[in-house]
């Protein structure tokens, strides 16, 4: 694991230079930072509804060295060239392609810079479609090891028609590692849910993310009889306070 945080050492001043690119025109008010884990396992939950600009966001307030859950088709140029095309026809429409061949030459670079260095720090591939197993195993030694993780909630984007455009229904996954890692190894691991709102705004747009982050949450209180029980138990405890968290941000 130490050869992924001395990756990310080196690149890190690259680094910031894109976050500052992905999240021009942007600020950030975060609230509770200090809830923030700063050593241990930790998972941190939240929504996902901003596509990059959320990893953007989060990488900006860490407080410590975090590893991401990410969808498996980043990890190649031809993956992330073709996400990129979504994206901008999902949210520009016939102007999509237009502005993706206008940006190219940078786009490219970026999309070089997180294809070469997205494995080298560590980040856990999911297939979106298929089965996780060999992602949750990734996430489980992460955690053993005392690693903090991200397990955003959503594709990246808001659902107008959704009974919640901004909080997408949790998976089972963050539950499910916080039941295994207490049961097979008896360490209770902190789940830290936190809300942002303003990353789905476009690239470039003025505006303030606002994140809010609440106090550590963890299995115990939902552990009953049954396993299944206890990891729904939790799950929709960790959606409830996340839409909480956002209904806070979006009230002030």
């Not at 786009?107 to 591939?125: E, Q, Y």
Request: net charge positive.
């Amino acid at each position: 694991m130490e050869e992924f945080e001395r990756a990310f050492r080196r690149v890190e001043p690259r680094l910031q230079q894109w976050l500052s690119f992905l999240l021009f025109g942007k600020k950030i008010e975060l609230r509770g930072g200090q809830n923030l884990i700063k050593e241990g396992p930790n998972i941190i939950i939240g929504n996902h509804c901003g596509s990059y600009k959320d990893i953007a966001v989060l990488l900006r307030i860490k407080p410590r060295m975090i590893y991401f859950t990410a969808n498996q088709r980043l990890f190649t140029r031809e993956g992330m060239e073709g996400l990129a095309l979504k994206h901008l026809r999902r949210h520009l429409k016939d102007f999509g392609p237009m502005l993706n061949s206008m940006i190219r030459p940078i786009k490219v670079r970026l999309i070089d810079f997180v294809s070469a260095n997205i494995t080298r720090v560590g980040t856990i591939p999911v297939a979106l479609e298929a089965s996780k197993r060999e992602a949750m195993n990734l996430c489980e030694d992460y955690l053993r090891q005392g690693r903090a993780i991200i397990t955003l909630q959503g594709r990246g984007r808001v659902h107008p028609d959704a009974p919640h455009p901004y909080v997408n229904r949790f998976k089972r996954g963050p539950a499910i590692l916080s039941y295994v890692l207490y049961k097979e190894d008896g360490v209770v691991v902190p789940v830290t849910p936190l809300a942002m709102f303003g990353t789905h705004w476009p690239w470039v747009t003025p505006g303030t993310i606002k994140v809010n982050v609440g106090a550590p949450m963890n299995i115990l209180p939902h552990l009953s009889a049954e396993a299944d029980a206890s990891i729904d138990s939790f799950r929709d405890a960790l959606e409830t306070r996340v839409k909480a968290l956002f209904l806070e941000l979006i009230s002030a």
